[in-house]
C-alpha cells in the first residue's frame, strides 16, 4: 500500500515555508524525499534511516517518526526552484523495495 | 558519467498489441525497478529486480512482464496493451543490498494505447 503525502499540492510565495507529510501504514526502515519538475524525471533530494540519520541535501530538511510511521520534509525560504512535485519514497522493514507516495505539487510564485 | 536511459521515450501503441519498454543502466547496479506515475497516484511500481534472473512483482504488475538477462538492462512488456495502461513509466536502478542509497531515474516514456 502507497504511502500517504499531504498536503497534494500547495501554492506559496518566495521566501514561504511549507511541510509535507508522509505517512506509511506499515513499519519503515528508511524514507527517502525526491523531487520531479514537470516532464522530467524524479531527482534525490535526502534519506532519512532509522535512527536519525539523514544524507541529502544542504537547504532542505526533514524529519522521520519511525513509532508513527511518518515523515515530514521541511521547505524554508521558498525559492521559485523549489516548484514541483515532491514524493516520499518509502522502504519497509524486511523489503528491499521503493514504495512511492502518492505525491505533492508545490508551486513557488514569484 | 554513468546514466539509466530509457527508449523509446514517446510510444502510440495499438489495443492489444505488445509492447516492449527498454531500460538500460550503466552503473553496475544489481536493483531495477519499473514505475508507472498516473495523476492521483504517483509512482506505483510494477515490476523490480535485484540481480541477472532474479523478477519480483509490484503492486501493479498485472498484465506487465520484466526479464532479467544481465546487469544493465530490464526491459518492460506489455503483453497485450489495455487502454488502462496509457501512462507515464519510470525505470530506476539502486545499488543492492544497500537500499540506504539514492535512486536514480531515466527519463521515462510516455505510452499512450489506443
Known amino acids: 500500500q502507497q504511502p500517504v503525502q499531504s498536503p497534494q499540492a500547495v501554492i506559496l510565495r518566495e521566501g514561504e515555508d511549507a511541510v509535507i507529510n508522509c505517512s506509511s501504514s506499515?513499519?519503515?526502515?528508511?524514507v527517502h524525499w525526491y523531487r520531479q519538475k514537470h516532464g522530467e524525471a524524479p531527482v534525490f533530494l535526502m534519506i532519512?534511516?532509522?535512527?536519525?540519520e539523514q544524507k541529502g541535501h544542504e537547504k532542505i530538511s526533514a524529519s522521520f517518526n519511525e513509532k508513527k510511521q511518518q515523515s515530514s520534509l521541511y521547505l524554508t525560504a521558498s525559492q521559485l526552484s523549489y516548484s514541483g512535485t515532491y514524493f516520499c519514497?518509502?522502504?519497509?522493514?524486511?523489503?528491499?523495495?521503493?514504495?512511492f507516495g502518492t505525491g505533492t505539487r508545490l508551486k513557488v510564485l514569484a | 558519467d554513468a546514466e539509466i536511459t530509457q527508449s523509446p521515450r514517446h510510444k502510440i501503441t495499438e489495443t492489444g498489441r505488445q509492447v516492449t519498454l527498454a531500460c538500460h543502466q550503466t552503473?553496475?547496479?544489481?536493483?531495477m525497478f519499473w514505475y508507472r506515475q498516473d495523476l492521483g497516484h504517483g509512482l506505483r511500481l510494477i515490476h523490480y529486480?535485484?540481480?541477472?534472473?532474479?523478477?519480483n512483482k509490484g503492486e501493479v504488475s498485472d498484465g506487465y512482464s520484466v526479464s532479467r538477462s544481465n546487469t544493465e538492462d530490464l526491459p518492460l512488456t506489455l503483453e497485450s496493451a489495455a487502454s488502462s495502461q496509457t501512462s507515464v513509466y519510470f525505470c530506476?536502478?539502486?545499488?543492492?543490498?544497500?537500499?540506504?542509497?539514492?535512486?536514480?531515474f531515466g527519463q521515462g516514456t510516455r505510452l499512450t494505447v489506443v
Open positions: 506499515k513499519a519503515l526502515y528508511s
Open positions: 530506476a536502478s539502486s545499488e543492492y543490498p544497500d537500499l540506504n542509497t539514492e535512486a536514480f
Open positions: 519514497g518509502t522502504v519497509s522493514s524486511g523489503t528491499y523495495k521503493y514504495i
Open positions: 532519512l534511516l532509522k535512527g536519525g
Open positions: 529486480s535485484y540481480g541477472v534472473q532474479d523478477t
Open positions: 552503473w553496475n547496479h544489481n536493483n
